[in-house]
């Protein structure tokens, strides 16, 4: 099993472009979540999935949307990048209590 | 007050000393709680759960007291290979019982 993968692992953006970050777990499970974690703040919760279909804002959606097509597979899409995104973004899925996480994505945007 | 706080540290530990953490809630917080590791630069790790009646794996115990509104982490026997940030995690009694965590407490084990 390859667990949650995460492309790319570093990305910069210029203000004002569109990008999707890429996620992917081959565990089955229902619940996926997209994070962001920036220093000296615990992880935010952006958008989550409990199903294929089914999608669900967290603490911070403004400029961010995802998509659950698949299980497997749970894309987050920034619309139009600013400087205030710049972070390090997290996918997790979760068979129930527990998280598993992916390898990150470092974003800066100039 | 955040919901999960966290002294950042970083707390300086000679290889093989005892050190402890504590982790402090709000109502808001405080269905379940877990601890995660993350080393640098990597994705967190779940490390434990927190039982209400506290447990141990290894060298690690976690403790919950409800009254006080903390958790606490005790690492015995500490080695080089524990540093690491520790983040406290509580589950959410609010927003869907999403998780909500802490910023983390950085732990450098010396030799």
């Known amino acids: 099993n390859a667990g949650v993968t995460q492309t790319p692992k570093f990305q910069v953006l210029k203000t004002g472009q569109s990008m999707t970050l890429q996620c992917a777990q081959d565990m089955n499970h229902e619940y996926m979540s997209w994070y962001r974690q920036d220093p000296g703040m615990g992880l935010r919760l952006i958008h989550y999935?409990?199903?294929?279909?089914?999608?669900d804002q967290g603490e911070v959606p403004n400029g961010y949307n995802v998509s659950r097509s698949t299980t497997e597979d749970f894309p987050l899409r920034l619309l139009s990048a600013a400087p205030s995104q710049t972070s390090v973004y997290f996918c997790a899925s979760s068979p129930g209590q527990l998280q598993f996480f992916g390898p990150g994505t470092r974003l800066t945007v100039l | 007050r955040k919901e999960v706080e966290q002294d950042p540290g970083p707390f300086n530990v000679p290889e093989g000393a005892t050190v402890a953490f504590n982790c402090t809630y709000s109502n808001s917080a405080s269905q379940s709680f877990f601890w995660y590791r993350q080393d640098c630069r990597k994705e967190p790790k779940l490390l434990m759960s927190v039982y209400s009646s506290g447990n141990e794996d290894g060298r690690f115990t976690a403790q919950l007291n409800r009254a006080s509104q903390y958790i606490s982490l005790l690492i015995r026997d500490s080695k080089l290979s524990d540093s690491a940030t520790y983040l406290c995690?509580?589950?959410?009694?609010?927003?869907?019982?999403?998780?909500?965590w802490g910023a983390g407490t950085k732990l450098i084990i010396k030799p």
């Open positions: 999935s409990v199903g294929a279909g089914i999608t």
């Open positions: 995690v509580g589950r959410s009694m609010d927003s869907n019982y999403q998780l909500i």
